[in-house]
């Protein structure tokens, strides 16, 4: 790998490592708290594995990095939109957890949706992987991508309908910081995969870092953090 490839490897694993840390140190809201935490940790595990996916030596070894980078990948947009239903929470004046069935319906689809990726040696129902070349994929992912692209929406969404509402420009700015940090990372998937060429490096883990960066920050200006 060049400099510039080994440069953009560790942009986002340490992007991510730096906010999980800054997250510990500075907890946010005890209400905000557990699922901004596990996105960060899911964001982590898909860049790790990412990253391991490129420097990977053999079909098993990618294998194993594939594994670990769709760990996160099947949680962080289900995990996204719990995030944003409790700030959609918060800018109503409500400090209190809405949406319990939703949020565990969202987890469940997830957890069954890993269930399928982590079981697809036995049933390659999930994706045929192509080791040095891009995967073929099945209707157990094309499953988990709706689960994705959907909860990627609803954010958005959700996000969005604040901003179109808010009052004042302090509120209008913070919800289109996460308007933006919603949609960024699926953007840069969905033109990698329609648009790039097969051999070409996916940059949706640069564009999750750079989300990542954008949420936390939205967080931020909500007030959210050292508020016990």
Known sequence: ??????????????????????????????????????VEVAALLFSLGSVGMRLAGSSAEFETQL??????????SPLWLIVAIRLRSFERGDARIGWQAAERSILVAAAAV????????????????????????????WIHAALGYGCTALSAALFAREWLKARSPSSRGRFGILVVSSTLGVAANVVYL???????????PEAVAVSACLLVFGVQRFGLFGVS
């Open 114 to 141: 890993w269930l399928l990726a982590v079981s697809n040696p036995y049933h390659e129902q999930f994706l045929t992987v192509r080791f040095g070349a891009q995967s073929e994929f099945h209707w157990a992912w």
């Open 194 to 204: 329609a648009f790039l060429p097969k051999e070409a490096t996916d940059p949706s």
């Open 1 to 38: 790998m060049s400099e510039i490839d080994i440069g953009r490897a560790a942009f986002s694993p340490l992007v991510h490592a730096v906010l999980l840390m800054f997250l510990l140190v500075r907890p946010p809201h005890p209400r905000i708290r557990a699922p901004l935490l596990a």
């Open 67 to 76: 594994l670990v980078s769709y760990t996160g990948l099947i949680f962080l």
